[in-house]
């Protein structure tokens, strides 16, 4: 989603380069249908950015048509082959007079958010005229956020310095900004990189492990109850969606291919309760992952504690039924108990948990019609010993959920 900058920002994009260790021209390299370049230079476009520079040396004939035509600018360093701080300092030196600070973004770091790039902007905002540097993991990233005080030096700089020294030296202006996007750290330098990141551009909407991660660590830090609950969800909604997708089927029936996005489904189980510790966890974690620039993942989370099942296996649904049959890190693929407490425990909420048990039971049916097994096959699980008999009373000689209030015929659907 595109914002307005309330500070007028520039980005510095040097493209000036042999390519040598990657034996094909970088800002050319195709993501999707645009050019490494094109996605850079679109990056900071959506963020609100307008005044950027394209820094060019080798193959400028080929870029300057492209950058103009993106809405850039298009900046020559005929010193191109000294390095890269001959360009670095062409384009800050080109930055416009009225900006207050400028992204440095070598185009070959193509795989960033524009929520990371906001994340920074509004550090930038908040810290005056400090030098933000994103940081993933505890480790530095790009595209730092200088401010324009900081220009002067820059081209002032020693040929045998570099920037990153400079940055580093401004310890008393220097904030390290945590964010959630491991892009910050991955460029194209060679053949295996450049395909790594083609295909994370690809799903640029999903946080992947390593980013959900950072994202539980940073938001329930300590709180190993919810963490190793987390982990078991994703890994039974892991298999859960393979063995659909497997798709034995249902006997004497051809099954119908069921494709579902396991990526989606992950992140989804490993963050659906991150605001578990908050009031109406489920919406404040949807509203947390849109935020992040997450809504496919934002919009699993929020229907995960009450879901319209609809006709198809969808991943909200595979990661709906793996968190009814997880209790805490424990996996229960027997779930009507859980049920049958959970209405004890809250008291004047039974028609909202019976519906969700009827929904659970509703999903448990279609995956395995879907999987041609049981869930308990599926997950290899294995029931425990049978607990003593209950005393005799009035509910346990019901089946849980007795409703005849709700069927007129008095038939027990639960």
Same mark, same amino acid.
């Given at each position: 989603m595109t914002r307005t900058q309330a500070l007028p920002l520039s980005a510095v994009i040097p493209a000036a380069g042999l390519s040598s260790r990657m034996h094909q021209f970088k800002p050319l390299l195709k993501f999707g249908k645009l050019t490494m370049l094109e996605v850079v230079i679109g990056l900071?476009?959506?963020?609100?950015?307008?005044?950027?520079?394209?820094?060019?040396?080798?193959?400028?004939?080929? +870029?300057?048509? !492209? !950058?103009?035509?993106?809405?850039?600018?298009?900046?020559?360093?005929?010193?191109?082959?000294?390095?890269?701080?001959?360009?670095?300092?062409?384009?800050?030196?080109?930055?416009?007079?009225?900006?207050?600070?400028?992204?440095?973004?070598?185009?070959d770091i193509p795989a960033i958010r524009p929520?990371?790039?906001?994340?920074?902007?509004?550090a930038f905002e908040k810290a005056g005229e400090n030098i933000i540097i994103p940081e993933f993991t505890k480790m530095a990233g790009h595209p730092p956020l200088i401010p324009a005080r900081m220009i002067p030096r820059i081209i002032n700089l020693d040929p045998d310095s570099t920037l990153r020294d400079l940055l580093l030296s401004q310890k008393n202006c220097l904030v390290r900004q945590?964010?959630? %996007?491991?892009?910050?750290?991955? &460029?194209? &330098?060679?053949?295996? #990189?450049?395909?790594?990141?083609? %295909?994370?551009?690809?799903h640029l909407d999903i946080p992947d492990q390593e980013e959900c991660r950072s994202i539980i660590q940073s938001l329930l830090p300590?709180?190993?109850?919810?963490?190793?609950? +987390?982990? !078991?969800?994703?890994?039974?909604?892991?298999k859960?969606?393979?063995?659909?997708?497997?798709?034995?089927?249902?006997?004497?029936?051809?099954?119908?291919?069921?494709?579902?996005?396991?990526?989606?489904?992950?992140?989804?189980?490993?963050?659906?309760?991150?605001?578990?510790?908050?009031?109406?966890? #489920?919406?404040?974690?949807?509203?947390?992952?849109?935020? +992040?620039?997450?809504?496919?993942?934002?919009?699993?989370?929020?229907?995960?504690?009450?879901?319209?099942?609809?006709?198809?296996?969808?991943e909200k649904q595979i990661v709906y039924f793996a968190d009814k049959?997880?209790?805490?890190?424990?996996?229960?693929?027997?779930?009507?108990?859980?049920?049958? %407490?959970? !209405?004890?425990?809250?008291p004047g909420a039974e028609t909202r948990i019976f519906q969700r048990y009827e929904d659970t039971q509703q999903i448990q049916a279609r995956i395995e019609a879907a999987a041609g097994q049981?869930?308990?096959t599926i997950l290899q699980w294995e029931a425990p010993p049978v607990p003593a008999a209950p005393r005799a009373d009035t509910r346990s000689q019901n089946p849980p959920f007795h409703r005849p209030d709700r069927y007129p015929s008095g038939r027990d659907r639960g």
């Open positions: 900071f476009q959506d963020c609100g950015i307008r005044d950027i520079l394209v820094v060019t040396g080798h193959n400028h004939s080929l +870029l300057e048509p !492209i !950058i103009q035509k993106a809405g850039a600018r298009p900046v020559f360093n005929k010193g191109f082959e000294t390095g890269m701080l001959g360009s670095i300092q062409k384009g800050a030196a080109g930055v416009s007079q009225s900006s207050k600070g400028f992204f440095l973004a070598p185009v929520g990371t790039i906001q994340a920074l902007v509004s945590p964010v959630h %996007d491991r892009g910050t750290l991955l &460029d194209a &330098d060679t053949k295996e #990189a450049y395909c790594a990141l083609a %295909d994370k551009y690809q300590g709180e190993t109850a919810i963490q190793s609950h +987390l982990a !078991i969800v994703s890994k039974v909604a892991g859960l969606a393979r063995a659909v997708e497997k798709g034995l089927g249902t006997k004497g029936k051809a099954p119908l291919p069921i494709s579902l996005d396991k990526n989606l489904i992950q992140a989804a189980a490993l963050l659906h309760d991150i605001k578990r510790k908050e009031k109406n966890h #489920a919406l404040a974690a949807s509203t947390l992952l849109k935020n +992040l620039g997450f809504p496919r993942v934002a919009e699993i989370v929020a229907e995960h504690m009450t879901i319209e099942p609809g006709e198809q296996i969808t049959i997880c209790n805490g890190s424990r996996v229960e693929p027997d779930y009507t108990q859980r049920f049958t %407490d959970k !209405i004890k425990q809250v049981s869930v308990q």
